[in-house]
């Protein structure tokens, strides 16, 4: 399974930003799939997850009422839209993939990052 993130960049605080990860290679609908970053100095952690029909999410508390999770199973795609940024939510997002379908979530598959920097 390889999985590829893109719609990182640089935005004001308070702005918004969408970010992307599309999946190939696996049975992207039957996956579960989670967003996590990394700031600098930091160590990974959780933002979001999505089961493998869309139906159940869970966010981290430090986003909760501003990122959205969202999946498009014809696309092979999950999103992450995400508002009201602050210059906290400045890190390396990174998308994963858990195959059980989750919960309990576990990642074997991760892509390779993008870069979300919110300015001041």
Do not use: H
Not at 15 to 26: D, E, I, T, V
């Amino acid at each position: 399974v390889q999985l590829q993130a893109s719609g990182g960049g640089l935005v004001q605080a308070g702005g918004s930003l969408r970010l992307s990860c599309a999946a190939s290679g696996g049975t992207f609908s039957s996956y579960a799939m989670g967003w996590f970053r990394q700031a600098p100095g930091k160590g990974r952690m959780f933002v979001a997850t999505i089961n493998w029909s869309g139906g159940s999410t869970y966010y981290a508390d430090s986003v909760k009422g501003r990122f959205t999770i969202s999946r498009d199973n014809a696309k092979n795609t999950v999103y992450l839209q995400m508002a009201s940024l602050k210059p906290e939510d400045t890190a390396v997002y990174y998308c994963a993939a858990d195959p059980s379908g989750g919960p309990p979530f576990e990642y074997d598959y991760w892509g390779q990052g993008t870069q979300v920097t919110v300015s001041s």
